[in-house]
């Protein structure tokens, strides 16, 4: 048994099929499968159910299969020791940012922190709250970025930013004439918001109070912040958007963006790891970089913001 035979069976269990897991290792298909033969003749006993379309692994093979995640984390570990004894910046760094963050903040550094450092390879997954804490347990991602502080025992956090929101509105709703937004003045009707699971999403209802909102999710499941904000420039309904998106809109759109009304609804950014995490030289880099790259006044919470 070797460290090269427990990565093909977990690339053929992710992949369900030989040939794409062949290629995903960058072997051919029969190396693959006479690899994997090899290791189910030394444990006598079948990993995989080859008679099924796409293949599945035997009940055994779903506690062997386990096992070797274990294994293969433990051993990427002995290498991040290594790199992170020599404060090195290369490698694969696998990092997870929410949906409603990453398409604002991302554009603002990754960039030329990706030419500067070409050595480091960080692959950026958006993922949604619930997802990210889920592939942070299972190791399968370095490092994320959420919004507001874990509370899972395993995790450790490090905050960036405050970022508040704004409403977003047509100029045909009764709102477009305020300068700023209070709650009593939301009309259930008009509110675009998005599907549950967005952690942006709960944290508005919680401070709109409305948690019996039915919204247009019916019409509207998988809308993006970025659809809807199509949506209201089309004249149609309200919704919300983060502070940093309001740093990329033209003249004409931010004259569609209201402020709440005091206490203005505020969010923790925040650069959360696992507790046994060791590549601290990249997530610091990551730390510095998104700090360095976002408004100044951002940094700490204003007066007059409340975080939700």
Not at 160 to 169: K, R, W
Request: aromatic share 8%.
């Amino acid at each position: 048994m070797n460290i090269q035979q427990l990565e093909y069976i977990l690339a053929v269990d992710q992949y369900r099929h030989f040939a794409k897991a062949a290629e995903h290792c960058h072997v051919t298909q029969p190396t693959l499968s006479m690899m994997i033969q090899k290791l189910e003749d030394e444990l006598n006993t079948k990993i995989f159910d080859r008679s099924l379309q796409p293949v599945c692994p035997t009940p055994i093979g779903k506690k062997i299969i386990a096992q070797a995640k274990s294994v293969i984390f433990e051993t990427q570990r002995i290498k991040e020791i290594v790199h992170e004894e020599e404060q090195s910046l290369k490698g694969v760094f696998r990092l997870a940012v929410l949906p409603t963050i990453a398409p604002y903040l991302l554009p603002r550094f990754f960039q030329q922190l990706t030419e500067k450092h070409s050595d480091l390879d960080i692959r950026v997954l958006e993922m949604k709250t619930a997802e990210t804490l889920h592939a942070l347990h299972k190791g399968d991602i370095d490092a994320a970025i959420i919004a507001n502080q874990p509370v899972e025992d395993y995790l450790q956090g490090t905050l960036l930013f405050y970022e508040q929101f704004y409403g977003y509105v047509a100029p045909q709703e009764s709102i477009y004439k305020k300068e700023m937004i209070k709650t009593a003045d939301i009309s259930d009707e008009n509110l675009w918001l998005l599907d549950e699971g967005h952690c942006f999403r709960d944290q508005l209802m919680r401070f709109c109070q409305m948690e019996k909102v039915k919204v247009r999710q019916a019409a509207y499941q998988l809308g993006s912040l970025e659809t809807f904000m199509r949506m209201v420039e089309s004249n149609n309904g309200i919704t919300f958007i983060p502070e940093l998106a309001t740093l990329q809109l033209s003249d004409e759109q931010k004259k569609l963006v209201r402020p709440f009304a005091i206490p203005r609804p505020a969010r923790e950014i925040v650069f959360v790891h696992r507790k046994d995490f060791i590549r601290h030289t990249i997530g610091n880099l990551l730390i510095n970089s998104v700090k360095t790259n976002v408004p100044k006044e951002m940094l700490t919470l204003q007066p007059g913001h409340k975080v939700v």
